[in-house]
Nanobody, 119 residues
Framework: QVQLVESGGGSVQAGGSLRLSCTAS????????MAWFRQAPGKEREFVSH????????TYAESVKGRFTISRDNAKNTVYLQMNSLKPEDTAVYYC????????????WGQGTQVTVSS
């Protein structure tokens, strides 16, 4: 069982930055791929970014590429999402998720953290 807790959300003006953190319980964090998703009001949840369990590769949605950076610190059981040049359309609840090794199924989800970007 893996429990995920996000933090770091908040309100920021357009062009600003935030760093989200997601800390996992358990001693097997390094064997899980981690991802960030987001859901805006009235919209479906969408993929934002993914980092492989080994940390050797990352992927991003086109809408955030070049602005967001995902990273992980396995010693701290934490994955980060550095968000720069934020836009109002980035406003959403951000969720982290975990998938074992190279599985494409995310078995564990956090409770979400709100990010609000004002123009």
């Amino acid at each position: 069982q893996v429990q995920l807790v996000e933090s770091g959300g908040g309100s920021v003006q357009a062009g600003g930055s935030l760093r989200l953190s997601c800390t996992a319980s358990g001693r097997t964090f390094s064997s899980y791929a981690m991802a960030w998703f987001r859901q805006a009001p009235g919209k479906e949840r969408e993929f934002v970014s993914h980092i492989r369990w080994s940390g050797t590769s990352t992927t991003y949605a086109e809408s955030v590429k070049g602005r967001f950076t995902i990273s992980r610190d396995n010693a701290k059981n934490t994955v980060y999402l550095q968000m720069n040049s934020l836009k109002p359309e980035d406003t959403a609840v951000y969720y982290c998720a975990a998938a074992h090794r190279d599985s494409t199924t995310y078995d564990y989800w956090g409770q979400g953290t709100q990010v609000t970007v004002s123009s």
